[in-house]
């Protein structure tokens, strides 16, 4: 039987603020269905772009899905946190937010060289927070093989954002 996951998307107007249409995904991951069913497409999605030996996951929503991801892909599973939050030593990127800016870290150890890595999020938005990640792979001198989602606002335009690198969503909505 197929799960409909969006069906699990719930709405909430004006979060974190006005004018601003919040996608929680809370109730997929409440649901042992779509949470199966998300990290499953998710996967399969990403088996598309070969080997992957790490995903790299944004705080805080995509550690949610990225490390059950990882598990499903037979990858590690790596946190790029808020700056000050690693205790190790760090490589940082900055990145705009479809409502203001914000910075990431990876461990500076965290990432291979020549490493095949998926970049993962649960919302792909105007791609900033991805294109820090990929950054931050590359600073690394990993290779980004794909960016997956579960949730892309294409209104937004992000995937255009990421451009040369792949881009998967499992669901896509073209207005606020």
């Not at 910075?103 to 890595?117: K, M, N, P, T």
């Not at 991805?130 to 579960?150: I, P």
Request: proline share 5%; glycine share 10%.
């Amino acid at each position: 039987m197929s799960v409909d996951i969006g069906s699990f998307v719930r709405d909430i107007p004006d979060f974190p603020k006005p004018g601003i249409v919040f996608k929680d995904i809370t109730p997929v991951l409440a649901s042992a269905e779509a949470l199966d069913a998300a990290v499953t497409q998710l996967a399969s999605a990403a088996r598309e772009w070969g080997q992957i030996d790490v995903v790299v996951g944004a705080e805080a929503r995509g550690f949610l899905l990225g490390a059950a991801l990882a598990r499903e892909l037979g990858a590690g599973f790596v946190l790029a946190r808020k700056p000050g939050k690693l205790p190790h030593e760090t490589v940082r990127a900055e990145y705009l937010l479809e409502y203001g800016t914000d910075a990431l870290e990876l461990h500076s150890d965290a990432v291979a060289s020549g490493a095949r890595v998926l970049v993962h999020d649960d919302l792909l938005a105007t791609g900033g927070t991805a294109r820090a990640l990929c950054e931050l792979v590359e600073q690394l001198e990993g290779t980004v093989v794909g960016c997956a989602f579960l949730i892309e606002l294409a209104f937004l335009n992000g995937r255009q954002r990421l451009a040369p690198y792949p881009v998967a969503s499992l669901l896509s909505y073209d207005g606020e």
